[in-house]
């Protein structure tokens, strides 16, 4: 699949195998925003795009999906939006993302940043990056909070979403 000119894609509610999308991604050469929302697959999702600027992912289902930014040197955003059955639905795993300013929201467990492939390790450079930062958290976990705020030192602006009904584990 070929789509040269294409600068949006929005994939909801499908069923597709992540080779698909890897090939319908790698086909849109100028492609800025991608958003997919109740998406199914077997695998992991690899994103590779010189152009891509925004990620959205919205996960309700039980399944797992796995969300690994491998190459994407103009990428800006990344937002997950909380709308899944378990506090770990959605991995994010990111190689190399120069540019990510925007991240979350997120859990503030520091396991399962790390389970998500978010370390102060493995991710220095790209944190350093992220400048607007989201958590999410029942209002239970401040040490948890402090430990990751500590990840990012260039932060600008944090959101933090309180929510009573969040059950971490």
Same mark, same amino acid.
């Given at each position: 699949m070929?789509?040269?000119?294409?600068?949006?894609?929005?994939?909801v509610?499908?069923?597709?195998?992540?080779?698909?999308?890897h090939? #319908? =991604?790698?086909?849109?050469?100028?492609?800025?925003?991608?958003?997919? /929302?109740? $998406?199914?697959?077997?695998?992991?999702? &690899?994103v590779?795009?010189?152009t891509?600027r925004s990620?959205?992912?919205?996960?309700?289902?039980?399944?797992?999906?796995?969300?690994?930014?491998?190459?994407?040197?103009?990428?800006v955003?990344?937002?997950?939006?909380?709308?899944?059955?378990?506090d770990?639905?959605?991995?994010?795993?990111?190689?190399?993302?120069?540019?990510?300013e925007?991240?979350?929201? #997120? =859990?503030?467990v520091?396991?399962?940043l790390?389970?998500?492939?978010? /370390?102060? $390790?493995?991710?220095?450079?790209?944190? &350093?990056t992220?400048?607007?930062?989201?958590?999410?958290?029942?209002g239970?976990?401040?040490?948890?909070?402090?430990?990751?705020?500590r990840?990012?030192p260039?932060l600008?602006?944090?959101?933090?979403?309180?929510?009573?009904h969040?059950?971490?584990?």
């Open positions: 070929n789509f040269p000119l294409l600068k949006q894609l929005s994939l509610d499908v069923t597709i195998s992540w080779e698909f999308f090939r #319908l =991604l790698s086909g849109c050469h100028a492609l800025e925003s991608f958003y997919m /929302s109740e $998406v199914r697959g077997k695998g992991c999702l &690899r590779s795009s010189r891509l990620i959205g992912v919205r996960n309700a289902f039980k399944e797992k999906l796995e969300l690994v930014i491998e190459d994407a040197p103009c990428l955003r990344v937002l997950l939006p909380f709308s899944c059955y378990d770990d639905c959605v991995t994010l795993r990111v190689i190399w993302a120069p540019k990510l925007i991240l979350g929201p #997120l =859990l503030p520091a396991s399962k790390i389970a998500q492939g978010i /370390s102060p $390790v493995m991710s220095a450079n790209w944190m &350093r992220v400048k607007v930062f989201c958590l999410r958290s029942s239970l976990e401040l040490n948890a909070v402090l430990n990751i705020l990840w990012f260039h600008e602006k944090l959101y933090i979403i309180v929510s009573t969040l059950c971490l584990l």
